[in-house]
């Protein structure tokens, strides 16, 4: 499994994002999950684009709701950032509970993520637009520029209606903190059969320390991963981002979360060796400590 932490940029300013994907890096995790508002829909490709240097390995998630702007509009911001992190950016479209606009979005960004021309022609949207003023060089078919970085840019959808959509699609469906994937993904394996077996089984999962042990909160994502395939977890952390006590939660799911969801059965007294560690877990983001991946 996958582990990865939800930045919510209604309660982050832009400027320190960066310094927050460096501190997951550090911590052997292996996404940042960027989660804009619907005031400004694009901050999380913002975001995004401001990690490509500070964490070169790590991969980001921009999770982005359907606005008023032209779907192609972020299509062309996509392609822009995907290239930034070289490949590395999970898109995540956010739809409203209109499953029709959800699912011409959806089209379109498909297409867009292509290299060959494509037209368009939906109840909401038509490509190319055909308008009056653009005379002067008309357009039979268009294309997005720059291309993608790699052959598949990676697009799972949320909220209302996206399991009917991704079903059509051939998606993955990103649950919610209150929703189980054990319906959605019933429905995407009945309807897509083997097909699914390529799609990622993403979930997004609060976690707040004060109620929940990190020892319970393995248990819980590893209860879900034998339940319905949850493959990879994207964690909302109680306290406020960039905090000690933050920090001090990141190198908990590095060092005692995530062995115990990536190992199907631990030896005997392992678990009891590692609780005792945990007394001398570093801080993620200290330079002088040592990742989850040295310390194994």
């Not at 720059?146 to 469906?173: K, N, R």
């Not at 319970?216 to 319905?228: K, V």
């Not at 190992?263 to 005792?276: A, I, Q, S, Y």
């Amino acid at each position: 499994m996958r582990l990865g932490v939800v930045v919510e940029l209604a309660r982050t300013p832009l400027s320190e994002v960066a310094g927050l994907a460096v501190a997951v890096e550090r911590a052997a995790l292996e996404l940042v999950w960027l989660r804009s508002t619907p005031e400004r829909p694009y901050d999380a490709l913002v975001a995004a684009a401001s990690c490509a240097h500070a964490a070169p390995s790590l991969h980001v998630g921009a999770q982005v709701p359907i606005g008023t702007a032209h779907p192609l509009y972020l299509a062309e911001e996509r392609a822009v950032v995907d290239q930034l992190l070289g490949g590395r950016l999970v898109l995540a479209l956010h739809g409203g509970g209109d499953v029709e606009e959800l699912g011409e979005w959806t089209e379109l960004l498909l297409k867009a993520g292509g290299t060959a021309p494509f037209t368009h022609a939906g109840t909401r949207f038509r490509v190319p637009a055909g308008l009056p003023e653009n005379v002067v060089n008309t357009e039979d078919a268009v294309r997005v520029t720059p291309a993608p970085f790699g052959l598949e840019p990676a697009l799972w959808l949320d909220g209302d209606g996206s399991a009917e959509i991704a079903a059509e699609y051939g998606l993955s469906v990103l649950t919610g903190e209150e929703e189980s994937g054990a319906e959605a993904w019933a429905d995407l394996d009945a309807r897509l059969g083997r097909a699914a077996l390529r799609l990622r089984r993403p979930g997004l999962r609060a976690w707040d320390p004060t109620a929940e042990d990190a020892t319970e909160l393995a248990r819980r994502l590893a209860r879900e991963r034998d339940d319905w395939g949850l493959d990879t977890a994207l964690l909302r952390l109680a306290p406020d981002p960039g905090t000690d006590d933050w920090r001090r939660r990141v190198a908990e799911l590095a060092h005692v979360v995530r062995p115990r969801v990536q190992l199907h059965r631990l030896p005997d007294g392992l678990e009891d060796f590692w609780d005792r560690e945990r007394i001398h877990l570093p801080t993620a983001g200290d330079d002088h400590s040592t990742t989850a991946t040295e310390r194994r």
